[in-house]
């Protein structure tokens, strides 16, 4: 073969390798924006707010509740409105975890990154 095929052959496969390199690069970028967003959403409280409306209203109510009865130990609505808090707490963490595993069980289901030659 002349020097000058054995040449062209190299920037040939140059050419392909950066070309796969930037496919893949972008194909990570592309992942990690879209894991980034999902992370603002899983840690925002508005989120939990405009999903679980009921949850949070019973936790305030409950939490309002227990404040309005003051500092006093023996009150009836105190006791009353940290239960309401504590159950629709309890309930709200529930929901989170669930959520939190849901997003794991669809990051495990993506199908993965591919190896070999196949972007060539």
Do not use: C, N
Not at 66 to 89: C, D, E, M, P
């Amino acid at each position: 073969m002349s020097k000058q095929i054995v040449d062209a052959e190299l920037e040939q496969k140059k050419r392909r390798l950066r070309a796969r390199m930037g496919r893949l690069r972008r194909r990570i970028d592309g992942r990690m924006r879209s894991s980034r967003t999902e992370a603002r959403r899983l840690l925002s409280w508005k989120t939990y707010i405009r999903g679980y409306p009921g949850q949070a209203v019973m936790v305030a109510m409950g939490i309002g509740l227990a404040l309005s009865a003051g500092l006093s130990a023996r009150s009836l609505s105190r006791w009353f409105g940290l239960r309401i808090a504590r159950q629709g707490l309890r309930k709200a963490s529930r929901l989170f975890w669930q959520e939190l595993g849901d997003i794991w069980a669809e990051s495990k289901t993506a199908s993965p990154a591919r190896q070999g030659g196949d972007d060539e």
